[in-house]
């Protein structure tokens, strides 16, 4: 299995999108991610969590890249076919994803339509009791809490985002509570990483993509997150202290292993965990919350191993495919949501490696 995987390695490569880390060259493979995904359409609903990270880092590239409008035009596409809703179950935090491409587009065109169903959801959400167990159980009950960290992600970003385009507080307030109810749950304070769910407790199998949820889905929640909001400070320590963690799990090729404790029970590299890491740590650095000389080693390293495993013609591989736990990978492996962590993380990587500059500006 070893000998495979640097054999696979090697090819990825050779490819002309090197591992060069100069910002023309950070721009040009994202390009070459966003078209190849743009190219070859995912097959799950366009409202779906799977999709919602490339619909959101869509957003966040078109600025950079040479034809924003082309990219945003996609991003309108997607929310026109789905009519502006959010998935089709109002209390699970997966259909709530897509709503984050939603308020992202309405900053820049202020279309209200845009984001009137995600609002209208929401007002019936944070009227929900949640006061249920976080045990993981049946699904039905199971959708109904955030009882599995990759929740965290999925839908505390968009609650924070009501807030910022309404000034209603109750959205930030409810997200407040429930993030604080899961992660006393789920989070092991020693490891300082997040169980996917309760069916793991006592395992100590931490899956890289799970806690890349929690630590990009944290990133997101503090880029919304007003600068007075009385709870802010725990995010921040929660932010810290899990980076600090997870740097020290990176391998040496610059992936983090799918097992975040035990790489070598899966040894083959693991893409969309890994994005989601160099995209909360480039995020941390330009954030002024990380120390620049501290986590650049890790970040070059893992947008290098990033760029290794895009193809020539633009395709991400070794991304893990749907799954609960640590899984195994393949270089011909792609799903959409590894494609947006990608993005995301290059669009952060971009700022990294530009000069130091102020953070940007809290509401």
């Not at 869509?58 to 596409?77: C, E, G, I, T, W």
């Not at 300082?192 to 769910?197: C, W």
């Not at 633009?314 to 640590?326: E, F, H, S, T």
């Amino acid at each position: 299995m070893r000998c495979l995987a640097i054999a696979l390695l090697a090819a990825c490569a050779s490819a002309p999108l090197n591992e060069s880390i100069d910002r023309s060259a950070i721009l040009r493979v994202m390009s070459a991610a966003a078209d190849w995904q743009l190219a070859h359409p995912s097959k799950h609903p366009p409202y779906d969590w799977t999709q919602a990270p490339f619909w959101i880092a869509l957003n966040v590239f078109a600025p950079l890249s040479s034809d924003p409008q082309r990219y945003l035009a996609a991003v309108r596409r997607n929310g026109e076919e789905n009519r502006w809703r959010p998935g089709l179950r109002p209390l699970c935090a997966d259909d709530h994803a897509i709503t984050q491409s939603y308020f992202l587009l309405h900053r820049v065109e202020k279309n209200p339509a845009m984001i009137e169903p995600a609002l209208q959801m929401f007002d019936a959400v944070i009227r929900y009791p949640f006061d249920e167990s976080l045990e993981f159980e049946n699904w039905e009950k199971t959708w109904r809490q955030w009882t599995w960290c990759d929740a965290l992600f999925m839908s505390p970003p968009a609650l924070a985002m009501a807030t910022r385009a309404t000034g209603d507080r109750r959205y930030l307030d409810f997200m407040n509570r429930m993030w604080w109810k899961t992660t006393d749950y789920l989070y092991d304070k020693q490891e300082h990483l997040y169980y996917r769910d309760s069916r793991f407790f006592g395992t100590k199998i931490f899956w890289s993509r799970g806690n890349g949820w929690v630590l990009a889905g944290l990133a997101r929640v503090l880029m919304e997150m007003p600068s007075d909001y009385p709870d802010r400070p725990r995010y921040v320590a929660l932010f810290r202290e899990m980076a600090s963690r997870i740097v020290t799990l990176q391998s040496s090729d610059g992936y983090w292993r799918s097992n975040l404790l035990d790489p070598t029970a899966l040894p083959l590299p693991e893409t969309s965990g890994t994005a989601f890491y160099v995209y909360a740590l480039a995020w941390g650095v330009n954030e002024g919350l990380l120390d620049r000389r501290a986590y650049e080693p890790a970040i070059r390293q893992g947008w290098a191993a990033l760029v290794r495993a895009v193809h020539p013609d633009g395709m991400l591989g070794y991304v893990q495919r749907i799954g609960d736990q640590p899984g195994d990978t393949s270089a011909s492996g792609t799903e959409i949501y590894g494609v947006g962590a990608f993005i995301l993380a290059g669009t952060e990587v971009y700022r990294f490696t530009s000069a130091p500059s102020s953070p940007s500006s809290l509401w």
